[in-house]
């Protein structure tokens, strides 16, 4: 994720990073399995990137190749579910080959 912007952001993430996306595609998903999960604020300064690992599930039946886009909501303290949201900030279109 980057600030694009010009001016410092504060978005919200989960210790569990999963329980900040959700993807457009009904055969991608992110493994929302936490014991314990609390919603933690950071700042990101104009140009920053933030780099997290995101485990991922796909369904291993579903035609290949499938293209999904992930929606992350900057400041929420709820975990993201719902694809429809109005809320969500979506990704470039990514492509899962196998």
């Not at 999963?18 to 929302?32: N, R």
């Not at 990101?44 to 995101?54: A, I, N």
């Not at 599930?57 to 400041?75: E, S, V, W």
Request: aromatic share 8%; with cysteine.
């Amino acid at each position: 994720m980057k600030n694009t912007s010009a001016t410092p952001k504060t978005i919200t993430v989960w210790l569990n990073q999963a329980w900040s996306w959700v993807t457009d595609s009904k055969d991608v998903g992110t493994s929302q399995d936490a014991l314990k999960n609390y919603p933690i604020s950071i700042t990101l300064q104009p140009g920053e990137v933030r780099k997290e690992y995101l485990e991922m599930c796909a369904n291993p039946k579903a035609r290949r190749p499938i293209t999904f886009r992930l929606g992350f909501i900057p400041n929420t303290q709820e975990p993201a579910q719902n694809a429809h949201d109005p809320k969500l900030i979506w990704s470039n279109p990514a492509t899962l080959e196998k």
